[in-house]
């Protein structure tokens, strides 16, 4: 099938059939008359739309779907109904106005146009009122109104029928709202918009829906320079960026916003910016005296709509601290299933106060989001709120607790009491947990500071735990290291010494990976402190291993043998085998540092045979590496070849991107050290696109190898 061509947005006026009056021209479209056929009087044809919006900013899509809906030649079967839907404030209006102005002149018959008042405070516009407006606008006189309602409106489709006529019906509440006004003609064109997604009206034939999504960042401050001006907004560019993002890249907070720096010469954008970055005033600052178009106003009209039910989800979901909330969260919140929650959900994204991103996911605009926790602050007394925010923090304890057992099931584990009141999903495997950890990332930080900040100190150093295995794997340093920090806050504040050791422990590994040895040094020690004064071995050991590769990568191999030998000694008094191919492996890379690459073989090799029996997948990967090095400083470049092969296997598998890119630098190595130049580039550029992504020290390194190494093969 060819694509069509949308048509011109001006142009072509015998898209649609003829019109069933006679049209006198009289000055051009809006000095054109029409004769009314009862009384034989010419009448004004209607020009209802209201003014085109001073300040309108992108939207080409939306304004190129809907001049594709106009079709060439009109048919029943062309689109005559365009339903736009979004958020309050995203500017739904605005566009149906800039596009109906746009295409007037396609309509010689006229426009009319009519709110309908599905949001406020006070009810919508009654049917029978909206019908005897269209037939007085066209030209039926007071003494020819039928008095009956429904006859008033068969009336209306009567004179609507063959004419070429656009219809705006601004803000609907529902498809029952708008159903019966809508013509039973295809000449005429329908232009609806609603905070509801109206699903009842695609039941009717020709009728499609657009849903408008908020402004991008460059088309929001566009709009802040056409209101405050070229030159003060561009003075102060990261400022409107972030007056952009405040406001939720919404156009009428964007306008208010602009408009109070417009009218105060001397207000700075970052002073402006300053205020709205108290969440708690933020829609305070974002009123005006017109109520009308405050912000506050327009939230407040859905949320009033809302069931009993509903309501109180919303109140709730502003609890939640999280960029975005699954289905299954959502339900741990307000303490419903997932079956209960799930049609709660689906009304407020039906009426745009929450946002439907993905399956069973859900997200705010970040001032919904403000105007959510204001309402739960006012309406929601403070101890359901702190029990709804305990839920959901336990939730993500326990979901993060299943996908690390996923991760690495031999490691230990952070203690956990039975809860009940919320179901935890089943993550099903390693490739499951990493793609849950992926997507709630930034849920589980955003929870982590909240606990903190909540009082819930238990779940604020539980939770960085509880993700060590996915911060291992992904090496997210900044997200990890600011948990960790949070939660070691926590675990000193409530005197949990075993959450302070085990959060020290982590903190060193972070830091030993971004090369701060110092720092990862010193959380070592601290943590060592902590597990001697409990009596934890395997805390202990554990730290001790981790302790001893630290020195290693600071070429201090006797002190990594000694570290790695204790380690040994403490797993294998309280049985550890996990431990112990641990503590192997680092024996055996301290020998290797120490040059006696015989005694290094062993223990690796004893290390994978331990790891291999315990199923120690991501072990495996590990010793498989070294046990690559080994064979490279043995002069065995086919034997390191295979096992780094083997460890490249475990990294894909597991999603281990950090131990991917050593790898492939190791293979790069080698291949460089036989001559295989073209491949070891090969190898070394793989390795540098993910050292780039991950912001990886060894970003520099491969880059000089990348500039240094021979041509050729």
Known sequence: MTARRPPRARGNRNEFAGTAETVVQAGGVHGSLHVHQASGTAIPIPRQLPADTAYFMGREGDLTWLDSRLVDGATEAASRVAVITGAAGVGKTALALRWAHRVRDRFPDGDLYVNLHGYGRGAPI?????????????????????????????????????????????????????????????????????????????????????????????????????????????AEPQAAGELARLCACLPLALRIAADRVATHPHTTLAELVDELAVERDRLDLLATDDEVIAVRAAFSWSYQALDGEAAEVFRLLGLHAGVDVSIHAAAALVAGSVAEVRPWLDALAGVHLLEEVDRDRYRF????????????????????????????????LRTADVADRLFSPQRRHVPLEAVVGFAVPDLGSHSGARKWCEVERANLVAATRQAAETGNHDVAWKLPVALWGYFTIRTPWADWIATYRAGLASARLIGARLGEAWILSGLGTAYRDLRRYDDALEAYDLSLVVWREIGDLHGEGWTLGSKGIAYWELARFDEALTCSRAAITAFRTIGNRHGEGLALHCVGESCRGLGRLDEAHEYLHRALVLRREIRDRWGEGQTSNSLGDTYRDLGRPDAAVERYRDALAVWTETGDQWGEARTLTNLGDVSEGVGLSSEAREYWGRSLAICEELGSPMTGELRARLGGSRSGG
């Open 126 to 234: 009654p049917l029978e009122q909206v019908v005897e407006r269209f037939l007085r606008a066209l030209g039926v006189p007071s003494s020819e109104m039928p008095g009956d309602a429904e006859a008033q409106a068969d009336l209306c489709r009567s004179l609507q029928a063959g004419r070429r006529l656009l219809i705006v019906l601004d803000n609907a509440s529902s498809a029952e709202q708008v159903r019966p006004l809508l013509p039973g003609s295809s000449t005429c064109f329908v232009v609806v918009t609603s905070r509801h997604h109206l699903t009842g009206l695609r039941v009717q034939p020709g009728a499609e829906r657009r849903t408008v999504i908020p402004l991008s960042t460059g088309e929001a401050v566009s709009l802040l320079r056409e209101v405050i001006g070229v030159d003060r907004v561009d």
């Open 365 to 396: 605009h970040d001032l919904l989001r403000v105007y959510a926790a204001e309402l739960a602050e006012a309406e929601v007394s403070a101890g359901d709120r702190a029990a709804a925010v305990r839920r959901v923090l336990e939730w993500y």
